[in-house]
């Protein structure tokens, strides 16, 4: 069974620029997560999905971070314009069913903003 | 709300037993996991506890007291490749959704 897949891995960007990370859970896998771990801390969690609908944003700074999830299947994760705080992992995880369920993550795509 | 406490760091010695701890104060407490993580790379589960008590997997034990918001890792036989973070874990329900929060971690250093 393939895992979660991320791309891209690694991202070097200046302030102020955009950037765009995207995510593919595993398969039949109705919830999706993105997480910011910051080096050194617990990844803390931006936006969760059930299906193509958010069901928690609340850690989500939206003034400049979005993220979508369209037919319920890949989403991806967007920072405009991004700030030197961002810099970060950013983890995608799935799971099968909200609640009780494993997360499964991905590898994570590292964000360095210069 | 969420509010997780876990040590920052541990250091043990290799073959011996090391305990983490773990104390949570989570609204609409469902159960709550543990993971490991090793440095560079992503979470990997390795228990879920939802019932007060001890669960034992191989090497690793994980126990909770839902009464007390208190859970602890419990690692036996320490090998140098148990050196990575821990993170603790509740799930709670939050507006109708369930949704998992991570502490800090607690980085072990197992040493020779």
């Known amino acids: 069974e393939a895992g979660v897949a991320q791309s891209p891995r690694y991202k070097i960007i200046e302030k102020r620029q955009s950037v765009a990370f995207w995510c593919n859970p595993i398969?039949?896998?109705?919830?999706l997560y993105w997480y910011q771990q910051i080096l050194g801390q617990g990844p803390k969690l931006l936006i969760q999905f059930q299906n193509n609908g958010v069901v928690d944003d609340s850690q989500l700074p939206k003034d400049r971070f979005s993220a979508e999830r369209l037919k319920g299947v890949d989403s991806t994760l967007k920072i405009q314009p991004a700030k030197l705080e961002d810099s970060a992992v950013y983890l995608c995880?799935?799971?099968?069913?909200?609640?009780?369920?494993?997360?499964?993550f991905g590898e994570g795509s590292r964000l360095t903003v210069l | 709300g969420q509010n997780i406490d876990q040590p920052t760091e541990m250091t043990a010695t290799e073959g011996a037993i090391v305990q983490i701890n773990c104390t949570y104060q989570t609204s609409g407490f469902n159960g709550l996991f543990w993971y490991q993580q090793h440095a560079g790379e992503a979470p990997t589960f390795l228990s879920y506890?939802?019932?007060?008590g001890l669960e034992e997997k191989g090497r690793f034990s994980s126990f909770l007291s839902r009464s007390k918001g208190y859970s602890y890792l419990l690692l036996k036989e320490l090998q140098m490749k148990d050196s990575a973070s821990y993170l603790c874990?509740?799930?709670?329900?939050?507006?109708?959704?369930?949704?998992?929060?991570f502490g800090t971690g607690t980085k072990l250093q197992v040493i020779p």
């Open positions: 506890n939802v019932l007060d």
């Open positions: 995880a799935s799971s099968l069913k909200e609640g009780t369920g494993e997360l499964f």
């Open positions: 398969s039949g896998h109705a919830t």
């Open positions: 874990a509740p799930e709670g329900t939050s507006g109708g959704y369930q949704k998992v929060t």
